[in-house]
């Protein structure tokens, strides 16, 4: 399994950008995907999953409602709408694979991780 995140960048606070990250290779399996973000010294932080066949979500209690996670079977890709953004959510994005089921928060539960997308919020 290949994943490969894009669409992050230099966002002024109170600006929006939307993620995508694309599953590719042996995906039959998959479960659910989710995205993290993990900003300089700081631990990798849970930010939402959904599940891959009835699109089931479940978000960090700190970030729902200004963000939403989304997906498209036919393109095998998620994303991550991400609203009134704040400096503190500049942030490396990482999306992730498991195929573990339930809505899983934490990264250990996670078998297959992209690259990382940069998301940077100016004041």
């Known amino acids: 399994v290949q994943l490969q995140a894009s669409g992050g960048g230099l966002v002024q606070a109170g600006g929006s950008l939307r993620l995508s990250c694309a599953a590719s290779g042996r995906t039959f399996s998959m479960y659910s995907m989710g995205w993290f973000r993990q900003a300089p010294g700081k631990e990798r932080e849970f930010v939402a999953t959904?599940?891959?066949?009835?699109?089931?979500?479940r978000y960090s209690n700190s970030l729902k409602g200004r963000f939403t996670i989304s997906r498209d079977n036919t393109k095998n890709t998620m994303y991550l709408r991400m609203n009134s953004l704040k400096p503190e959510d500049t942030a490396v994005y990482y999306c992730?694979?498991?195929?573990?089921?339930?809505?899983?928060?934490?990264?250990?539960?996670?078998?297959?991780w992209g690259q990382g997308t940069q998301v940077t919020v100016s004041s």
């Open positions: 959904i599940i891959w066949s009835d699109a089931i979500t």
């Open positions: 992730a694979l498991t195929t573990r089921p339930g809505l899983r928060v934490g990264p250990a539960d996670y078998a297959y």
